[in-house]
């Protein structure tokens, strides 16, 4: 089930958020998940009534930045992140999504290739530790 995040959801996202990305990856805190419910579009899913994934999108003048992207390791390859990104799309309705993607991370360019983003320029050293990211938009 996909809903929309409420403050009852931020200690699971911020458990999740740790397991997921290192400390240089900059992982969101308690704080910025509290923020980020309040002023944008943070999506759950939940499995077997636990926080198991998350698509956050932060809300533009004319467009959505998709900002974070999250799944479970045990949910990986199972169709969630699709899930997400359709539920996103249907709820949001805008003509114009934008996002930035490690360069080396190939499986998730492919699932964004595949809902019709491009890459539209590379970001050089944009990502800690010097990596290049793409830009890409649908």
Not at 69 to 96: C, D, K, P, W
């Amino acid at each position: 089930m996909i809903t929309l995040a409420t403050p009852d959801h931020i200690q699971a996202l911020v458990t999740l958020e740790n397991k997921l990305f290192s400390k240089d990856d900059f992982p969101l805190s308690k704080g910025s998940f509290y923020y980020h419910i309040k002023r944008n579009d943070l999506f759950v899913y939940m499995h077997d009534n636990e926080l198991a994934a998350y698509v956050l999108w932060l809300k533009r003048k004319k467009y959505y930045r998709l900002y974070s992207l999250g799944v479970s390791t045990h949910l990986r390859g199972t169709g969630v992140a699709e899930e997400l990104l359709e539920y996103s799309f249907n709820r949001l309705q805008v003509s114009i999504y934008t996002l930035e993607v490690k360069t080396t991370n190939s499986s998730a360019i492919t699932l964004y290739e595949k809902f019709g983003f491009r890459k539209q320029k590379v970001l050089k050293s944009y990502y800690p530790n010097n990596y290049d990211g793409y830009f890409m938009r649908k």
